[in-house]
């Protein structure tokens, strides 16, 4: 598949690549796709959620009324989980939520990623560029001028840089990596991925079937 070059005008250059067919245009695997989201999502979680339970509530632990003839259930102490007040039944502990995929799983979720995106023709090769400065205006013009200034977009640069990272930083619907960050997560989000011509190498390298 050839896609053209386009420079940070969003107008065509005389440039093309070529993108692998082993990455772009492979049988998508859903499931693949949707365990790595998964595993993505459940990465960003804390797990720091805890609710007391009865034996970490403060209160007497006096018996508060005599085992028998009161005519109704018997109870212990005011932390019952029972009472207003008391300790919580089966409450939420500390826990991690994070657990394992395999690397191949996980490199054919990407690809699949990718296909999907290619197929949609939400894939765009811009030159390599930087900023003098960081400046949130520039980059809004870069978006605009790529047809991509409404939508959800991901920035894939082949290198860190610290002043297109800045400019982009207070947009919403904007976000920027590096070719070896790209997650299954963030390409499915974004609604147009903008690949900087350096970085395409770098992630054929990373996503090709390692013998």
């Not at 009865?54 to 632990?61: A, H, I, Q």
């Not at 212990?76 to 502990?93: A, E, H, Q, W």
């Not at 870069?142 to 002043?163: F, H, I, R």
């Amino acid at each position: 598949m050839d896609i053209v070059v386009k420079n940070i005008s969003g107008k065509d250059t005389k440039k093309k690549v070529s993108l692998d067919k082993s990455i772009y245009e492979i049988e998508p695997n859903d499931h693949a796709i949707y365990l790595d989201v998964k595993q993505y999502l459940a990465n960003q979680r804390q797990g720091t959620h805890k609710a007391k339970e009865r034996g970490e509530v403060k209160g007497s632990t006096r018996k508060i009324k005599k085992q028998k003839g009161t005519g109704t259930a018997r109870a212990g102490d005011i932390k019952n989980p029972l009472f207003k007040g008391g300790g919580r039944v089966f409450g939420p502990r500390p826990r991690d939520y994070s657990f394992k995929l395999n690397i191949k799983q996980k490199r054919v979720a990407r690809k699949s990623a990718l296909t999907y995106k290619a197929k949609d023709g939400a894939i765009t090769v811009v030159e390599d560029f930087t900023f003098d400065t960081p400046g949130t205006k520039k980059y809004i013009d870069l978006l605009n001028n790529l047809e991509a200034g409404d939508k959800k977009s991901l920035l894939v640069l082949a290198e860190s840089n610290k002043n297109v990272y800045l400019s982009s930083r207070n947009l919403e619907k904007a976000k920027v990596v590096t070719a070896s960050q790209i997650n299954t997560y963030d390409l499915m989000n974004a609604s147009n991925i903008i690949v900087s011509e350096g970085s395409i190498e770098i992630i054929e390298n990373i996503l090709k079937e390692q013998k």
